[in-house]
């Protein structure tokens, strides 16, 4: 392939992607701005659980991940009997592992807020809210399992496309029981719930029932679970369910620095998290993208292809996020007025995202590589490098000014750590042994 062919590729597989992310992040936004006018208190209440449920939601991820790059290099290698066989044991283990987090996340949804600092004028909302979420766990589990082994197949557009239907189901649901219903924040918590139900359900249908590569109908074989897969799955989803795991704690511990800082600043670093992630959803993106070019380049025993996708991939990611900072920086005032009319935390996230807007640059080049990673099976080094900068430069420096400089301080915390954990995912990509052993050398 020319360098021309592959760019094409990488951005062709991009697009799709990207415009999930994007759409997703658009009606996040809607949801956000629906409970934000309901007041800061509503608003404190879902940003006080928010990071628990990021963590709830990166671990059944890695479960998902430790199949789907399986299935990712059997595609690869042309073997689809093998892909087929990893889908089928995939199902039953994921299906287990989501009803242990949604019963993890009931039997603590009661004292959590109280855990994470929060006041009695904003918990009861956050534990009805965090419940409601973690009751739905098997149908973000399947949606996202479901969704990954379609991209993994190359098929980008089915599940970007249904990403997207979500995102609108989720906004029209959320305004009939947010609003029209009147259930306030716990509308918005039913609302996704229903939504991720309905997906579910879709992409299951194109995974199992349409897909060329990797349905089911007529095909006899085993669901239950064998050594060798699950082993596999093991390797690769188990040092990246380390990393949410502890990633997702460094979150919560960011969440109590913030908590003493009081319901504005809650609010602000809530929603200013909000608005960034219109930033840094197009890196997600050609993420997934690098991920099924570097897993089937990978499979199929491509070092040279490999590493060329590996790395116009990243580059692509550092030029669009770029962008996306700058933009970021230049709006940050309206974007921050579109989610709320409280004008104290129009200012203070207006400050904090335009010193996270210099960071953009390498946080794209910290997700891309991540995703390349992920595509070989790579995921213990990347999973104790991203460890070490979120403990030990993040959370370190946002206890240390967020005395001294309040929320903007733990912004410029942040800022540095993903500066950091870019720059040495860099030296990586470049310098490290992320490819390992390949069956040739072409």
Known sequence: MTTGEKLRLIVSLSIPSILAQISATVMFFIDASMVGHLGANASAAIGLVETTGWLMGGLGAAANMGFSVQVAHAIGANDFERARRVLRQSLVCCMIFSLIISLTALSV???LPYWLGGTEE???DATRYFAIIGACGFFFQMTGLAGSMLKCSGNMKIPSALNILACVMDVAFNYLFIYIIGMGVVGAAVGTGVAELITACLMLYFLLVRSDMLHLRGRKGSFRPQSD?????????????????????????????????????IAAHSLGITVESLCYMPGYGIAEAATTLVGQSFGAGQRLLTKSFARMSAALGIGVMTLMGLLMWVFAPELMAILTPVDDIIRMGTDCLRIEAFAEP??????????????????????????LSMWGVRLTLAALLATTYGLPGVWTAMAIELTFRGSIFLARLFHGGWMGEMRNEK
């Open 109 to 111: 949804s009661i004292p």
């Open 122 to 124: 904003i918990a009861p």
């Open 229 to 265: 897969v699950v082993g596999n799955a093991f390797k690769i989803g188990a040092p990246m369910a380390l990393n949410h795991l502890l990633m997702g704690g460094a979150q919560i511990v960011s969440t109590l620095i913030v908590a003493p800082l009081g319901t504005i600043a």
């Open 362 to 387: 390498m946080f794209a080049a910290a997700i891309v590589c991540n995703g390349i990673f992920v595509g070989t099976g790579d995921t213990l080094k990347p999973a104790i490098m991203s460890l």
